[in-house]
């Protein structure tokens, strides 16, 4: 398969178009806030401590709200109750991801990565059928303690497969489509890069 890979709105307005032989059908898009500097080999799941175990007892999802500026319980400038990191990934739970996959970033497996359905908000808990989802990572460049929380500035990063012409919104067909928090979303305020990693 090949084709090209548009970066577009809703809308369908056009924001980039790559084109791509998509020899391996694999690639991923990456968002993270506008400006944040990336090392892709530092890379682990929220969740999940800096040497990738399972971080039990910690508060990852629910500091990641406070690290957004999301409330827990708000909808947080969108039209849904409950959206935010918490609720979202990890049904309430501020510890433990309801979901999880592996991803493949950059050659580096990182396991137990947090996912949601990126398509259906209102049911983003079913991903069995899901042909998008969006994971969620964290950048350990700046951590100082071995895990993600609200003192070391770490960068959330969000992820999803690139899947070429499958059904999306509105059943219309996509190569990509992902569930950022509304605080990195232009229209309330926030700003967000877009990384591509095509194979």
Do not use: R
């Not at 084709?3 to 020899?23: C, H, K, Q, V």
């Not at 990191?85 to 433990?96: A, M, R, Y």
């Not at 398509?119 to 969006?134: C, D, K, L, R, Y």
């Amino acid at each position: 398969m090949s084709g090209s890979i548009a970066l577009a709105d809703s809308a369908s307005n056009l924001l980039y178009n790559w084109t791509w032989s998509n020899e391996t059908d694999v690639g991923y898009a990456y968002i993270v806030n506008a400006g944040a500097s990336i090392n892709w080999s530092a890379l682990h799941a929220l969740g999940c401590d800096s040497d990738n175990t399972l971080n039990a007892s910690g508060q990852d999802f629910l500091d990641a709200d406070t690290n957004l500026g999301m409330v827990v319980g708000s909808n947080n400038a969108t039209g849904f109750v409950n959206n935010n990191i918490t609720e979202l990934f990890s049904s309430g739970d501020p510890g433990n991801a309801t979901n999880t996959t592996s991803f493949t970033v950059y050659g580096t497996g990182i396991p137990n990565v947090p996912i949601i359905n990126s398509i259906m908000m209102t049911n983003h808990t079913s991903i069995e059928s899901a042909n998008f989802v969006t994971g969620i990572l964290w950048d350990a460049t700046s951590d100082k303690n071995g895990y993600y929380d609200t003192t070391d500035d770490e960068t959330l990063v969000f992820v999803t497969k690139i899947t070429v012409a499958a059904k999306g919104l509105g059943s219309n067909k996509h190569n990509c489509e992902f569930a950022a928090p509304c605080t990195l979303n232009p229209v309330v305020g926030g700003d967000m890069d877009i990384y591509m990693e095509l194979k």
